[in-house]
């Protein structure tokens, strides 16, 4: 039943993002995404034709957040080919440890006017349960976003790869583990909130949240960390690391064969992709302003894969492009034509895995490859051959 | 009074047609007690008459003259109460007689116990299991004198559990104390609460019961039926254990196959369930509408109609998408799961978002009653159809040439391709055959759950992790992972919760696997690296 390993056919020949165009793109989206957009938003009066809405930079910074977890997603299953269909929970557990800091700063403004968050008046507790220990404070929220997720992954990725959990039995067991955890962030007795999740921010670092000048900062911020992951993603890809990885997706055995010990490398960029998915959702919360259990559902994370694939697994940019173009027209159909979109997605899913398997930016290098045959064909038709 | 009460009772009996006229009428008095006490007293006559009096009463058609005559109104007639003979003239004056929440209580309970001198059986245990949880007292001795005459041991037993349980306020501790031994002879939860109560101290740190002996007793009678509780408590966990593990076996049955043979998830398993729920519902529907006399046999004929219509389903995905991605796992996961949403969307524009209503025939309601425990029959009727199913796979698996190509397939593809058998068209029937089994699934969960668009969704993890644990390619792996992961949880939910059970099963079943990663049963011989 097994032919030759079936991602060989499709591992991407050439990496568009590297040449010199690649670098001037990526010159050209941090101007635009650092500076343009952010001034536009900010400086540029409301009601001239270049100002860009608020409505605009939350929906370009909630996207860009996906994009960094379709990188990490990438970096999991178009490098290493493993496919996990749980990031969600790490994208969530990264939400609500920074979630729990933009909590505290609400102080007491809340609904009750009381010194805690609104749902622990509710449900009549008295002091702060254990897991907000020292909560109030950034710097430990921020470590608890990178700690939290990594950790979890550290963890479970230890004892499945240990075992040889592989292939559908890998992202099957990573879907319970979102679910499992769905379930338990929906009891109010885990202390986050229950359904309702945390909302309602009012401040970050004391800054309130709703000023042009806080959302310019984040937007930003993310497109600072969007771009990084792009350079880290590109560093590990192209180390001998990376190589390993690539090697292990198309043929793990050989790779044992060869002395190296697979487990380290799987557990290794598992945990970096939890932590990224992490770094995501701390940076998504403030400027989307909710989270709650239902981001850990089972159909989000497995969405997830679906802007890989759109883009392009095992292309750096692939993933960027994917969340883009899958999140644009979400937000567009959900509006316009709210019973299509599940149509669009189930077909997206089908289409991309029979038909484009390399995805938006792979048939674009196909093109590209093609074309430059041709010219070769015409210019130096012995060298084309 | 209820001494006396029992004489006035014994010598009414004999003198059936005419009741005490004097009693009935105070039935006519203003004042609440008076009302009450003519109550009680008629039920203690044991009159037939009595009954059918109070039942007038209880129904509002007791009226007061204003000489004081009880008299009862129906329609135009007016009947004088005690009689019961018609009055001519009617009276042209009455005062509906005034009912209040206590009176109808007592009303209520007195009726009751007055039908239990019925002589018909049925409606004897009938009035019997209505006054079990009584507080009146003055029901005690009509059920004295019910007891005196009843033959019957169900009903007999009944009315001693309530004899005991209103003799528990008596003021005399010998009675109290034969009360609260015979209630140790029962196993019903509520005397448990109710004993304890014994053990209670007033304000003054006097316990409320003031007898030793008697509180000696409660002990005893306590432990006792804890002691019975245990058992049921036991018993109804593994019977709903089982419950759930012949669900999860119905729904993984299907799955074993298609990933046992294919190496592929069906993430769109969950909507050949719900296919299969549906086809329930069309059938009931068309059933409803053509032929309403055969109604409750509707389920008999879904059963092959929703297994035709996954499997048709089924089969047009494998050739349609599944063929294509063969040998590509993941892929296949991703494929499926857009099949998946685009069924949902489809159902949901076809039959509405809202849950449709699928009812249990009538032969399906009602259960078995055991002591503190139902077997409900349609949770028996599950756990043997999810029999029959396994039986059925059995014998397609092991009796029949597509079951040995299937199995050959499965164990070795490329050998079982060398030596003839068609795998291609055995991988489409196997997937019919996994759909189907996942349509027939769907018949029981519509008898148990809701049948929406998205009842699926929730139990591809669940099938899942039996097959996990379970391991493929044989049928015994499936059945013991899922009996024993359903009875495992319904004996870890009361302890932990529902969530905490899940969670908790899950990290089993990941420790499970470090140990053996192919499953409880493993196919013999060597597991070929995918």
């Known amino acids: 039943m097994k032919p030759e390993n079936p991602t060989l056919r499709y591992a991407p020949r050439s990496e568009p993002f590297f040449t010199r165009g690649g670098w001037i793109a990526l010159a050209g989206f941090a101007f635009i995404t650092l500076i343009l957009l952010p001034s536009l938003y900010v400086f540029v009066p409301d009601g001239h034709p270049l100002h860009v809405s608020a409505y605009t930079v939350t929906l370009v910074g909630k996207i860009m957040c996906y994009a960094i977890v379709a990188m990490a997603m990438n970096l999991i299953w178009g490098y290493t080919g493993i496919l996990s269909l749980g990031h969600g929970v790490f994208f969530a557990l990264g939400g609500y440890a920074f979630g729990m800091y933009l909590m505290r700063q609400i102080g007491a403004d809340g609904q009750y006017r009381a010194n805690m968050p609104d749902f622990m008046v509710f449900l009549d507790w008295k002091e702060f349960p254990w897991q907000w220990w020292n909560s109030d404070q950034f710097w430990w929220c921020a470590l608890l976003v990178v700690l939290v997720p990594g950790l979890l992954a550290f963890v479970f990725g230890y004892f499945a790869f240990r075992s040889r959990v592989k292939g559908v039995y890998f992202s099957i067991i990573t879907q319970a583990l979102t679910y499992a955890a769905m379930l338990l962030f ?102 989307v302003g909710i989270i709650n259990p239902s981001e850990m559902s089972p159909a989000n994370s497995i969405e997830i894969a679906i802007w890989v694939a759109v883009g392009g697994r095992g292309t750096l940019i692939g993933a960027i492009v994917g969340a883009g173009i899958v999140n644009g027209a979400k937000s567009f159909l959900t509006q316009a034509f709210p019973e299509v979109w599940l149509y669009f997605l189930g077909l997206l899913f089908i289409l991309v895995t029979l038909f484009l398997p390399q995805g938006v930016v792979g048939v674009l290098g196909q093109i590209r490859d093609k074309l430059r045959v041709r010219k070769l064909a015409r210019t130096q038709p012995a060298k084309a051959l | ?97 005034v009912i209040n929440n206590r009176l109808r209580g007592t009303l209520d309970a007195a009726v009751g116990a007055l039908k239990l001198l019925s002589p018909d059986r049925a409606t004897r245990l009938a009035s019997a299991r209505a006054i079990e949880s009584t507080s009146q007292a003055a029901v005690l001795p009509l059920i004295e004198k019910a007891l005196s005459k009843e033959g019957d041991p169900a009903i007999k037993s009944s009315l001693e559990q309530t004899k005991a349980s209103l003799n528990l306020k008596s003021t005399d501790p010998a009675v109290r104390l034969a009360a609260v031994q015979k209630l140790g002879e029962t196993n019903q939860a509520r005397f ?105 046999w509707y389920l008999v004929a879904a059963i092959p109609v929703a297994f035709v219509a996954s499997g048709l389903v089924g089969m047009a995905l494998e050739r349609s998408v599944i063929r294509w991605l063969y040998g590509r796992p993941l892929e296949t996961l991703l494929a499926t799961w857009g099949i998946s949403l685009f069924l949902i969307q489809l159902v949901r524009q076809l039959f509405g978002a809202q849950n449709v209503e699928v009812s249990n025939p009538t032969w399906m309601s009602g259960g078995i009653a055991l002591p503190n425990l139902v077997l409900p029959y349609n949770r028996i009727v599950i756990i043997g159809f999810s029999m029959f199913v396994l039986l059925l796979m059995w014998v397609i698996l092991n009796r029949t040439r597509l079951g040995l190509f299937v199995r050959a397939v499965t164990q070795n593809r490329a050998m079982a391709s060398c030596v003839g058998v068609p795998t291609v068209r055995i991988d489409l029937l196997a997937f019919g055959l996994g759909s189907g089994i996942a349509g027939l699934a769907g018949v029981a969960l519509s008898q148990i759950g809701n049948v929406g668009p998205d009842m699926g969704q929730g139990y591809i993890i669940d099938s899942f992790m039996v097959v996990v644990t379970g391991g493929v390619g044989q049928l015994a792996g499936t059945v013991y992972a899922a009996l024993g992961l359903g009875v495992l949880s319904k004996f870890l939910e009361p302890h932990i919760g529902a969530v905490l059970t899940k969670i908790l099963v899950l990290v089993l079943i990941i420790a499970f696997i470090q140990k053996r990663p192919q499953g409880l049963f493993a196919l013999k011989g060597r597991a070929v690296e995918t």
Not at chain 1, 234 to 260: H, N
Not at chain 2, 9 to 29: F, I, P
Not at chain 2, 83 to 94: G, K, L
Request: glycine share 10%; proline share 3%.
């Open chain 2, 192 to 296: 448990k609460t109710v004993l304890q109560g014994f053990f209670e101290k007033d304000s003054a740190g006097k316990f409320v019961e003031p007898d030793e002996k008697v509180r000696s007793a409660a002990e005893n009678s306590i432990d006792t039926i804890q002691s019975r509780l245990v058992i049921s408590d036991y018993l109804g966990r593994l019977f709903t254990g089982l419950s759930l593990g012949s669900i999860l076996l119905l729904v993984a049955l299907g799955l074993a196959i298609t990933y046992g043979l294919l190496g592929v998830i069906n993430m769109a398993h969950g909507e050949m369930l719900m296919i299969g729920a549906y086809a329930t519902y069309i059938t009931q529907q068309l059933f409803k509408s053509y032929a309403p006399g055969l109604f409750d």
């Open chain 2, 1 to 97: 009074m209820l001494i006396a009460a029992l004489v006035v009772a014994l010598a009414c009996t004999n003198a059936a047609g005419a009741l005490d006229a004097q009693t009935v009428g105070k039935l006519g008095a203003d004042d609440a007690n008076t009302k009450n006490e003519a109550v009680n007293a008629l039920v203690a006559s044991g009159d037939e008459a009595a009954l059918a009096l109070l039942q007038s009463v209880q129904a509002g058609e007791a009226s007061v003259t204003p000489a004081g005559r009880v008299v009862i109104v129906k329609g135009d007639q007016v009947f004088d109460a005690a009689t019961m003979a018609p009055i001519t003239p009617p009276p042209d004056q009455f005062e509906s007689i």
């Open chain 1, 186 to 287: 929906f009891r109010n007795a885990t202390g986050f909130g229950g359904n309702n999740g945390f909302t309602d921010f009012k401040r970050i670092l004391g800054i309130p949240i709703t000023t042009p000048g806080a959302r310019m900062a984040l937007f930003a911020i993310t497109a600072a960390v969007l771009i990084g992951t792009l350079l880290l993603g590109r560093f590990i890809v192209t180390s001998k690391f990376g190589r390993v990885l690539a090697a292990i997706r198309d043929a793990e055995q050989r790779v044992m064969f060869c002395g190296y010990n697979t487990v380290h490398y799987k557990l290794f960029v598992w945990t970096l992709s939890a932590v990224l998915c992490g770094v995501a959702g701390a940076l998504y919360v403030p400027q």
